[in-house]
């Protein structure tokens, strides 16, 4: 069943049917000042931290109340509704509703009772407060007269776990005032300057522009009366909000206006929320005296902004599906897991008050192609929070201080944490996500560019990444592959200390090959000929002990109990070794076709491939943590998401296009927007898993946008289907492509010039380019150096 579709011509996914099988949400702003918001109005907000700075509450697991609320009544019926489907819930066949999700805005659309709303709710860019435009039209043939209310409901602790459970004191912290056209609330009143036990005075507001306040409330109870819910508020019923304050309860920002509209007349209105004292809230307020015009200033400065990055990238092929996500969707989701690592969602509850390495220095990857400015930043951050041993911090803390942080070989940073140990992969990352940055840039400058460590230090970045070739050099197990340490990439596969991970080995394997471009672009001749030496020897391990006919094993035990041995009644394939063993560049083109063969025939589903199978239920051993779920569930044999994208690309780089594009419509959401009922998440954005043929619910996605998969994906689209794989000195454009694209085209924005590409596929290939053309002229191979490119390059690759 379809509940929506693409707007590609705004960029928007526009929902025509409320009822979606969950919440799909949009992000709003950055966790400077963050808002996450769903097609009903659902949501929450938080200034820096999810968890530490929280100030609207919200229930989570699909509940979705409550949220950026506006109700409107008729004063002469008392019938009343709410400008989104929900809370209030009117029958559908009497209430019209529309939301625009589009590129850090919503726009919900309503019609009931002759009477048509709009709602634009939107964080203007790089400011701490959001704001909810509120335009009604009098569609009907008669004067009307309205009550217009605006909901927020305030937490009342900045900590969202205290605001929820401690309520012997959370109750009796907070209180309400009223002051012109504003509910101010204040949180530890009495402390002001002075924290005391660690809590600090908050002040918030929810103010009304356009129109003068008719009614207030500041008391979540009394705004909706004894044994009410958000659908039926007592104060929207009775069209007067009391005029009430809040004193040891719990608190809210409610402002009602009173609107007369002519018959086909229009007014516009604004309700503001944010964490500012009452002056900085007054002002705010004030600016928005036109609120219309100033609104949708800022609705169109965020379109701007967003668009233009999005530019860098555009792509027109045969398959709409792959276009939506590459051009809008996809990339969009990978900037957001680029700003919120996975810090809050409608999943994540915002308690990750930090950074995961592995996962930051992955979501990199996916918005370097577009805003390589914004990646170098990130690199550079994600660089200085590498240990001086070499090994990564787990968490990286949001008060990172390069030069002086505790490790997880400290007490006190696993105390205040919870991270215990390094973790085998971590640092590997950084090799593919800064070699990707420098390969898209040319900024070979910044190999020698100067970064200190985390704990103490400081070194070049080539520097910092011969250390993290140290860090895993010197925590070798018992067969001379990386030790799988506290856990590889998979956190349920606990292979114990000295375990081995032939993932993080394939990981070590593809950084010798890195690292030795680096080498060689600083004549460090003895470093290559180290890496050459250690490379050798690793691949023959790899190859003598890991290689089982067909597949690579997933690793050892530190016991040496074979993990992904073909002979062991369960979880004897694994998706990520088959895959990586492409990518790292170790598999024979044999043991590549026969490993991605296996794949097909064990792993492929039509809702992607299972991370392993059959799924742990009598079989597993100790540190197979996977064994808790349900069979097809998450690491239990589910189609993770993430490896999706390697997938994609190990058969891109192979040259099979057509299988490339297989996985990549078995997992696209927008190959999902027909059948959103099975698959429940939007139809716009990638989850964590998909529940794979073992469970009941087979093709049901969970864990919505904060994803590493969103960056994979696009790897495996851009480098590996669409062929756009630059290094130092130029790009290599050569696709891997399913046979009946007779062809496509491609804009790129590299290295501050236009690559205006064009792919024709005459005779049904996959992949291999027999011409390449760059402004007229014949290049030889798949390669354009970048020194021969103008402003504006017109391009025919031929296959």
């Not at 240990?387 to 002086?404: A, D, E, R």
Request: include cysteine.
């Amino acid at each position: 069943m379809r509940f929506g579709f693409f707007d590609e011509i705004n960029k928007e996914y526009v929902i025509d049917k409320p009822n979606t099988p969950a919440p799909w949400v949009n992000y709003l702003g950055s966790p400077l000042y963050g808002a996450i918001i769903s097609n009903n109005a659902g949501g929450y907000s938080f200034e820096k931290s999810g968890a530490n700075g929280r100030i609207l509450r919200y229930v989570f697991n699909s509940f979705d109340q409550p949220g950026r609320y506006v109700y409107l009544r008729d004063n002469e019926t008392k019938d009343y509704w709410s400008a989104t489907w929900q809370p209030v819930a009117k029958p559908l066949d009497t209430y019209k509703s529309e939301c625009r999700h589009g590129t850090g805005y919503s726009r919900m659309k309503a019609e009931y009772s002759g009477i048509e709303s709009e709602v634009l709710y939107l964080v203007p860019l790089d400011k701490k407060y959001e704001v909810w435009k509120v335009k009604v039209t009098n569609n009907s043939d008669k004067d009307r007269s309205l009550t217009v209310s605006g909901y927020a409901e305030f937490t009342n602790n900045n900590n969202y776990e205290q605001d929820q459970v401690n309520l012997q004191y959370t109750l009796f912290i907070t209180r309400t005032y009223f002051r012109e056209n504003r509910i101010r609330q204040v949180i530890n009143e009495n402390v002001k300057n002075n924290a005391v036990n660690g809590d600090a005075a908050t002040d918030r507001f929810f103010g009304l522009a356009g129109a003068e306040v008719s009614s207030y409330t500041g008391s979540k109870d009394d705004f909706l009366g004894s044994y009410r819910g958000y659908g039926n508020p007592v104060g929207i019923e009775s069209g007067d909000l009391g005029n009430t304050l809040n004193y040891n309860g719990n608190a809210c920002g409610a402002l009602s206006t009173v609107i007369s509209l002519k018959a086909g007349e229009s007014k516009e209105i604004a309700f503001i929320v944010g964490m500012k004292d009452d002056e900085e809230a007054s002002q705010i307020v004030a600016s928005y005296a036109d609120p219309g015009k100033k609104t949708e200033e800022d609705c169109a400065e965020l379109i701007k902004y967003w668009h233009e990055k999005l530019s860098h990238l555009q792509v027109k092929t045969p398959c709409a599906e792959f276009d939506q996500m590459v051009n809008t969707w996809n990339a969009y989701q990978c900037f957001m897991t680029f700003t919120w690592s996975r810090a809050a969602s409608f999943v994540y509850c915002g308690q990750r008050n930090g950074y995961g390495y592995r996962d930051t220095v992955q979501d990199i990857q996916g918005v370097i192609h577009l805003a390589p400015e914004m990646a170098k930043e990130q690199i550079t951050f994600m660089l200085s929070a590498q240990v001086s041993n070499g090994g990564g911090l787990p968490l990286v803390k949001y008060t990172h201080n390069p030069g002086h942080e505790d490790t997880p070989d400290d007490p006190s940073y696993v105390k205040e944490t919870g991270h215990p140990a390094y973790r085998a992969d971590d640092a590997l990352w950084l090799f593919p996500t800064v070699y990707k940055y420098i390969a898209e840039t040319g900024d070979t400058k910044y190999i020698d560019e100067i970064i200190p460590y985390a704990d103490k230090e400081e070194d070049s970045v080539y520097a910092h990444l011969k250390r993290a070739i140290n860090f895993s050099m010197e925590r070798l197990g018992n067969h001379k592959m990386p030790a799988g340490l506290h856990a590889d990439w998979n956190d349920c596969l606990r292979l114990g200390k000295a375990g081995e991970s032939t993932f993080v080995a394939m990981q070590l394997y593809m950084a010798f090959s890195i690292i030795s471009k680096f080498a060689e672009f600083e004549n460090d001749k003895e470093y290559i000929e180290y890496v050459n030496k250690e490379q050798e020897a690793l691949g023959k391990i790899l190859n003598e002990l890991c290689w089982e006919d067909d597949r690579f094993i997933r690793g050892f035990t530190e016991k040496g109990t074979v993990i992904g041995s073909k002979n062991d009644p369960e979880a004897s394939m694994w998706l990520n070794p088959q895959s990586w063993s492409v990518i790292s560049g170790l598999a024979t083109k044999d043991q590549a076709e026969a490993a991605l063969e296996s794949v097909h025939r064990e792993l492929a589903t039509d809702n992607g491939a299972m991370l392993m199978a059959p799924a742990y239920r009598n079989h597993a051993f100790d540190g197979a943590l996977m064994l808790l779920f349900n069979a097809s569930t998450k690491e239990n044999g589910g189609i993770f998401s993430q490896p999706q994208g390697w997938l994609i690309l190990a058969e891109g780089l192979m040259g099979h296009g057509n299988r490339a594009m297989e996985y990549y419509l078995d997992c696209a959401p927008s190959a999902m927007n027909d059948k959103a009922e099975i698959r429940k998440l939007e139809p716009y954005c990638h989850g964590q898993f998909t529940e794979g043929k073992d469970s009941p619910n087979f093709g049901r996605a969970h864990v919505h946008w904060l994803t590493g998969t969103a960056s994979t994906v696009m790897v495996g689209s851009v480098e590996g289907i669409l062929g756009l794989r630059p290094d130092f000195y130029g790009i290599h454009i050569n696709p891997s492509i399913p046979s009946d694209w007779k062809e496509f085209e491609m804009k790129k924005f590299f290295r501050g010039k236009w690559l205006n590409i064009k792919v024709v596929n005459e005779t049904g290939s996959e992949s291999g380019v027999k011409k390449l053309v760059l402004n007229d002229k014949v290049v030889d191979g798949d390669y354009i150096k970048a020194e021969d490119l103008t402003d504006v390059n017109d391009i025919v690759v031929s296959l």
